[in-house]
């Protein structure tokens, strides 16, 4: 082989790497394809899925899911799961990849979408609008958690910094706020009574929190699938 083929050959290895691939749920499924990654990060990571909800996080970790009507939650903890039981495991009190994806068909998940909105999306108000003549009663936010970071990386698209020992999106249902940050992002998809929404937290022990940004940024191309 020349040289100079040799050496893009060895630089493309370096650049993309495929990684295990492992179904969440029960019984599980023929796991999906999962995407290439960087070397570097695809020898830390796998591919966690639940139906049409995917995430990246750290290999050899464990994983259960929880579908309803209303959506599906994906955990992934380096905690030994009983599937048997896996609403009474506790995988929230220390690190943990939590994806969760809500569709409007029940009040409590289209109450979720709009406090989302309400924190994060403004100039998605319309939803709010909505939800207000069909559960007048609903009381929602009217501003961002005061010590979140967000960066709006497109107007259906926020990232988001939760502190330590603070409340903020990403702390979701069934995590334990402590001592470590989450990162994470928040996705629209859909218009109007129609919206969905999708979050992703991702807390990591401190060796591995370079991770963060690859797991959030796969989950940004995955996330508007699952509305398909």
Partial sequence: MPR???????????????????????????????PTLAAADARQLAYYS?????????????????????GTTLFVTPNTI????PLYADPS?????????????????????????????PQRRDFIDHLRQSIPAAKLPDA???????????????EFTTPARTEGIGKQPWMQINSSAIDGVAILTGEGDETNAAILSVRLPQQQRTLAPAIIRQFEIDAPKSAR
Avoid: M
Wanted: hydrophobic share 40%; charged share 15%; aromatic share 6%.
């Fill in 144 to 158: 961002p958690y005061s010590t979140d970071t967000l960066i709006h990386k497109s107007p259906n698209i926020v």
């Fill in 93 to 121: 009190t220390g690190p943990v990849v939590l994806a969760s994806y809500h569709v409007p068909n029940a009040p409590a998940s289209r109450v979720t979408i709009a406090e989302l909105i309400a924190r994060a999306f």
């Fill in 50 to 70: 639940a139906g049409n909800l995917h995430v990246l996080a750290p290999r050899d970790w464990h994983c259960f899911t929880v579908t309803a009507s209303n």
């Fill in 82 to 85: 009983d599937t048997r039981e």
């Fill in 4 to 34: 100079i083929a040799a050496l893009v050959f060895l630089a493309t290895l370096a650049r993309a790497q495929s990684i295990p691939s492992t179904d969440c749920t029960q019984p599980p499924q023929p796991a999906p394809k999962p």
